[in-house]
């Protein structure tokens, strides 16, 4: 089964509310059919990067996951009322 949008539609833009497994896999998906998303998360970057990256390594998805994915070129930091803390730049990341 393929999903297909109207050719009279917009393209959706979705937010993910959270970054753990599960909403990481909806970004990959998004990606494939080339919907615009961005991904929200409020635990600090190091303790969801160990989580997540020990979650894909038990699930043997780790290496796979690291040959498709795009860099980011920096990470952008937000209070819960959306409004921007600060944008870090991430040495060695160009942008994709």
């Not at 990481?24 to 190091?46: A, C, D, V």
């Not at 989580?51 to 930091?77: F, H």
Request: aromatic share 4%; net charge positive.
């Amino acid at each position: 089964m393929t999903l297909e949008m109207p050719a009279t539609s917009k393209t959706p833009q979705i937010m993910i509310v959270g970054a753990g497994l599960g909403e990481h896999m909806m970004g990959l998906l998004l990606e494939k059919i080339n919907i615009p998303y961005q991904i929200f998360e409020r635990s600090t970057p190091s303790r969801l990067d160990q989580m997540l990256c020990q979650s894909l390594k038990q699930l043997g998805l780790l290496e796979e996951l690291k040959k498709i994915s795009l860099p980011r070129p920096s990470l952008n930091l937000f209070h819960p009322d959306m409004k921007a803390i600060e944008s870090i730049a991430m040495k060695g990341q160009k942008q994709a």
